[in-house]
């Protein structure tokens, strides 16, 4: 669901290119030091009221805290916060901010909702774009327990220029680091435990109104490659060629559209991801990324500390690609001792860093007690 919520609730070729850029860009890339041990990451959420100098202020307290790079909102799915010349801009955020950001030491990375789509010219003139549940109705019309979750189909080739067209715009700003993709998936067809009863409901299996995608192109699709239109399948769950099929369309997205964009620039890509991966259709192990965050919120998933440990091992264990793994914490969930026991829990269990949720839960204490936890990893 939307991050601001859960945080307040609880093509062979191409892939062949980014598989031979991996590695260099990473070590290329400016801003980045090939010899630190670990990386920690925040998200800064869009804040427009804020000024440059109480910007300078708080870049300054997170760069003294030991963060080495920002996650700035740049797109929301609604509107810019960059100088588009695709999206509706709100305000060039993103061009104010780099050079105070670089001025404190941080590198910064524009954060983008990817899949979601709510600009209300492109929801009213391609209505094909967006995804069909199995009950055949669109996220347009019957979005899934909220009514930003308009989500794009990723078997289209029109969505993937459009997506191609907000990457290219990012990777050519000068002094950004990188491009981070939220939102890369799927709606989830399971909600994470916790969350469920917010939206009074209770999905112990796959329910028709949160399965996607079920549109013409996506099933001609299927159909084309295994002989089965997914529609007449029995229990659609239990079929692993068309689950598979749905993994395979974001990870084309990821490693065949999108990333070769970004390396060309020069620019790292990483992206926000699930530990439940499977209930967005998210096979995040097989992407060749800079870095993956996994967003350990363990409170969402009813789970404790030890969770966060777990999890990483098993994310970092599973990386196809030697993607570094930044175990991604909610410190709105954590006191600032279980903040601290989280970042020792999770740099045990071979993480590269560590990646906040978000700037604005960050007290003095908890800015504090993360500084003497940091300089501890060191």
């Not at 959420?45 to 100098?53: A, E, F, I, Q, V």
């Not at 699709?221 to 089965?228: E, R, T």
């Amino acid at each position: 669901m939307n991050r601001r919520e859960f945080a307040s609730i609880i093509g062979l070729a191409a892939m062949s290119i980014a598989a031979k850029r991996f590695l260099p860009r990473v070590v290329m890339q400016q801003g980045y030091s090939a010899s630190k041990k670990f990386k920690q990451w925040v998200w800064v959420g869009t804040d427009t009221h804020t000024s440059l100098d109480e910007w300078k202020v708080r870049f300054a307290a997170m760069r003294d805290a030991g963060f080495d790079a920002i996650l700035l909102e740049v797109y929301n799915s609604h509107e810019a916060f960059y100088q588009s010349k695709h999206l509706p801009v709100a305000q060039p955020l993103l061009e104010s901010i780099i050079p105070l950001a670089k001025e404190a030491g941080l590198e910064v990375h524009a954060w983008m909702w990817t899949m979601p789509c709510n600009v209300e010219s492109i929801v009213q003139r391609n209505p094909e774009w967006f995804v069909v549940n199995r009950l055949g109705q669109s996220c347009v019309d019957k979005p899934a327990y909220v009514s930003y979750y308009k989500f794009l189909c990723p078997s289209r080739p029109d969505v993937w220029n459009f997506l191609a067209d907000t990457v290219s715009e990012l990777s050519q700003i000068d002094g950004l680091d990188g491009i981070h993709l939220d939102y890369i998936r799927y709606p989830d067809v399971i909600l994470p435990i916790a969350l469920q009863p917010r939206y009074h409901i209770v999905q112990d299996r796959e329910y028709q109104q949160y399965d996607y995608c079920y549109c013409d192109v996506c099933r001609e699709s299927f159909k084309k490659q295994s002989g089965i239109d997914p529609i007449k399948l029995r229990d659609p769950s239990t079929n692993k060629a068309w689950n598979q099929f749905r993994y395979d369309r974001i990870t084309h997205i990821v490693n065949d559209v999108l990333l070769p964009i970004a390396h060309e620039h020069n620019k790292l890509m990483t992206a926000a991801v699930f530990p439940n991966w499977k209930n967005v259709r998210q096979e995040w192990s097989r992407w060749k990324l800079d870095g993956a965050m996994p967003m350990l919120y363990a409170r969402f998933y009813n789970q404790g500390l030890n969770w966060i440990g777990e999890k990483t091992k098993e994310e970092v264990r599973m990386q196809q690609f030697g993607v570094p793994v930044y175990s991604g914490l909610a410190v709105d969930q954590l006191s600032a001792d279980d903040l601290v026991k989280a970042i020792d829990i999770a740099y045990s269990a071979g993480a590269k860093g560590a990646s906040f949720f978000a700037a604005q839960s960050l007290t003095p204490e908890k800015l504090q007690r993360i500084k003497i936890a940091l300089k501890s990893l060191k």
